[in-house]
């Protein structure tokens, strides 16, 4: 679909999560009708889909959370992802999910990694459903490791893809690799650099075709202040900006607020230009190439 005023891109819809202070109100005061009314301004935002989770309350509280599923879904007809590493929780979430109130399309599970590859034992018995697969991290000598280079982070994810496909016949079409966006500001190791590689590589893969490439840009402008040195919005010029560079290359999917107003940016932006700088850096140099997306 086209979405987010210009880019060719879907938008999941992050805002029923009680990250957000807003949303944890809603909840915490039982209001279904605050959260179907924050599911349909997502909607008509432009989100093809809903993240949902309701915090520590979806272990401990199962009927309440199958009752906000629910109700969301009496409101919006669109298809849920489910947010939850637990695979009671995820249990509830798709026994409850009405697959024909979502237009006949499946739920998408959030997120599957590599170490946390039980979520998959829902699939035979509650499937077919859509898989969110975490490319941050590996599974190494038994153990968990983060990926640093694009090469690590394209293996795992279509090592991950191959091994869905093999074992359960789901179709790359009904993956979403999250390549994981990162903040800028503690990046002195070219994890962005690595990041767009990535998602250049999985895309060109004929293997891959149809491939979900994804990420939230919630943590890219962590710890800088709200403005840029040419007095605009720092956060989402800096979101804008990886949007701009990664779009062209196959990353087609965010995890977003989708009424911000995300839109590709000139050659000519300040941010756009400061953000490139950093891309060519590492170490203390990268350091000094983020502060010049806020000091003149």
């Known amino acids: 679909m086209t979405g987010a005023r210009g880019f060719n891109i879907e938008m999941i819809g992050d805002r029923i999560n009680p990250g957000f202070k807003s949303t944890k109100a809603l909840l915490d005061a039982d209001d279904l009708a605050g959260v179907q009314a924050l599911a349909v301004k997502q909607v008509e935002a432009g989100a093809s889909a809903l993240d949902v989770t309701i915090g520590p309350r979806e272990a401990t509280d199962p009927v309440f959370l199958a009752t906000v599923v629910r109700a969301i879904q009496d409101a919006v007809q669109v298809p849920l ?51 969110i697969v975490m490319a941050s991290e590996r599974m190494e000598d ?25 074992e359960y016949g789901i179709a790359p079409s009904d993956v979403y690799i999250d390549v994981s966006v990162s903040a800028v500001v503690a990046d002195t190791n070219g994890l962005h650099r690595a990041t767009l590689q990535a998602v250049r590589t999985l895309h060109d893969d004929p293997q891959l075709e149809g491939l979900h490439l994804m990420g939230g840009l919630t943590n890219i402008g962590q710890q800088l202040p709200p403005k840029a040195a ?43 230009a400061a953000y490139k700088n950093i891309l060519e850096h590492t170490g203390s140099n990268a350091l000094r190439a983020v502060r010049k997306l806020y000091r003149a």
């Open 81 to 131: 992802c489910f947010d939850s590493p637990s695979i009671h929780v995820q249990e509830v979430c798709l026994e409850t999910y009405d697959r024909a109130r979502a237009g006949g399309k499946p739920a998408i599970i959030n997120s599957i990694t590599e170490q946390r590859w039980e979520l998959m034992n829902l699939y035979k018995p509650l499937g077919p459903f859509q898989v």
């Open 142 to 166: 038994g153990a968990a490791k983060s990926n640093k280079t694009a090469e690590e982070i394209a293996a795992t994810a279509k090592r991950a893809t191959l091994r869905l496909q093999a």
């Open 230 to 272: 040419d007095g605009s919005d720092l956060k989402l010029a800096l979101e804008c900006a990886f949007l701009t560079l990664a779009v062209p290359l196959g990353f087609n999917t965010i995890l977003c607020t989708p009424w911000r107003n995300y839109h590709p940016l000139p050659d000519d932006n300040y941010v756009l």
